[in-house]
């Protein structure tokens, strides 16, 4: 296709053919209907209290929410809220499923089966997801914490 109508077409100076839009739309590896439609929003907004959201717990409520609109394949991300002295029991995943816990705020006790570890601002625990575990908000304060589930891949053992 010559320079010059790629040229009118991409100033709108020209009214293609056909041929010149099969060609251009062959070109980008698009449909012509893909070409001709106006441009899609690549972004969305997702207002608080929209994505969803579970309350778990003993004694007073934890809230779980989803931290990600659209899942990712093999992961879940999630956001935890826990009230002073709340527990949240984790549920066991398949064999080969890795777990990270990062306390953003409080101080929480993250029980696995053989190790316990107190998570304050900032910290990290890692740990075998297919195990029992459980969280418990050990502060005086609101803990904020963000899960990581890496789910094993079926058949497969890490």
Do not use: W
Not at 45 to 50: A, I, L
Request: aromatic share 4%; glycine share 12%; net charge positive.
């Amino acid at each position: 296709m010559p320079r010059s109508t790629i040229a009118k077409l991409e100033t709108g100076a020209s009214n293609p053919t056909l041929a010149v839009l099969l060609g251009v739309a062959a070109a980008l590896g698009i449909g012509v209907a893909e070409l001709l439609s106006p441009p899609t929003s690549m972004g969305r907004h997702y207002p608080s209290g929209s994505l969803p959201r579970e309350l778990r717990g003993r004694s007073e409520r934890a809230e779980i929410r989803k931290l990600l609109p659209d899942p990712i394949p093999g992961m879940e991300i999630d956001r935890m809220e826990l009230p002073a002295g709340t527990t949240v029991t984790g549920v066991p995943h398949r064999p080969g499923t890795q777990e990270y816990l990062c306390c953003e705020r409080g101080t929480v006790l993250l029980a696995t089966v053989g190790h316990r570890f107190e998570l304050r601002a900032g910290d990290v625990g890692a740990f075998e997801g297919d195990q029992r575990h459980q969280y418990t908000n050990v502060g005086g304060e609101r803990a904020v914490l963000f899960s990581v589930v890496v789910l094993a891949l079926a058949g497969r053992r890490a």
